[in-house]
């Protein structure tokens, strides 16, 4: 596994904290780290409500990323409250998608940070709306 994964989980572990903020809102069970194009990390947590207002850790990081001037996704990072593999959901690829329509096919996903498993948007998001 190449040095830029092992920078981005610890980037994710280190906001990764859950708790709860109210009876209505937890936050931190799953964090995320997206490298862009220009190299720096970003870092997100999943922000869990009980009316489906929360947000994803891995959106959550691509809005601090679009926050701090930058649009180009390189790498994405999940840290998910289980070892399973754990890819982005269908309104996180959605957005990746929008954001980078002739080249969200080579955004790189880390599947597994234990097992070293990795994918691209592309081969877990084939045949998109998008693209026709």
């Known amino acids: 596994m190449d040095k830029i994964w092992e920078e981005m989980y610890e980037a ?3 906001v990764l ?8 809102v937890t936050a931190g069970e799953v964090a995320a780290a997206v490298l862009s194009k220009s190299g720096k990390i970003y870092t997100g ?7 489906t ?8 990081a691509i809005f601090n990323m679009i ?3 930058e649009q180009e996704i390189d790498r ?14 269908g309104a996180c690829r959605e ?13 790189k996903i880390m599947l597994n940070y234990k097992t070293g498993k990795t994918t691209t948007l592309g081969e877990i998001t084939p045949n998109w709306w998008i693209d026709y």
């Open 12 to 14: 994710a572990k280190a």
């Open 17 to 24: 904290n859950p708790r709860t903020i109210s009876e209505y």
């Open 45 to 51: 947590v999943c922000i869990d409500t009980c009316s």
């Open 53 to 60: 207002l929360g947000i994803c850790a891995e959106r959550n």
């Open 67 to 69: 926050t701090n001037g």
């Open 76 to 89: 994405v990072l999940c840290i998910a409250p289980f070892d399973s593999d754990a890819g982005p959901c």
């Open 95 to 107: 957005l990746m998608v929008q954001l980078m329509p002739t080249s969200y096919k080579d955004i």
